[in-house]
């Protein structure tokens, strides 16, 4: 397949579940990137402090930076990113958190690799 019949834009999605051992750590780090964030309107940074003080989810969101993933890959330039956070149960031998189900054979009974 040629370039040109080929997308500029590509989709990478990354699934990550995190055990979080240190709450306090975690609190206290984006507590400290709220407020060293130059751009954050100080009613918002308010909001955001107490946000993270009682969700650790979304102390993790405050701290997750998705260009950081992609910034040393040739090549590319990000373009958009979203990214949201959310404490689930987790059971690591539970089907659903079987992370190589994509591996499985797909409806074309083409084995993905």
Avoid: K
């Avoid at 990550?16 to 975690?26: A, F, K, M, Q, T």
């Avoid at 990214?83 to 190589?100: N, R």
């Amino acid at each position: 397949m040629s370039t040109s019949e080929t997308s500029r834009y590509v989709r990478l999605r990354v699934d990550v579940v995190l055990e979080i051992d240190g709450p306090e750590e975690l609190t206290e780090a984006a507590v400290g990137r709220i407020d060293t964030d130059e751009f954050m309107p100080e009613d918002e940074r308010v909001h955001a402090r107490s946000a993270v003080r009682e969700d650790s989810a979304e102390a993790l969101a405050y701290l997750v930076e998705p260009f950081d993933l992609v910034s040393q890959v040739p090549g590319i330039e990000l373009v958009q990113a979203s990214w949201s956070s959310e404490e689930v149960d987790y059971d690591p031998d539970a089907q659903e958190w079987d992370l190589d189900e994509e591996d499985e054979v797909d409806e074309d009974d083409t084995e993905r690799v």
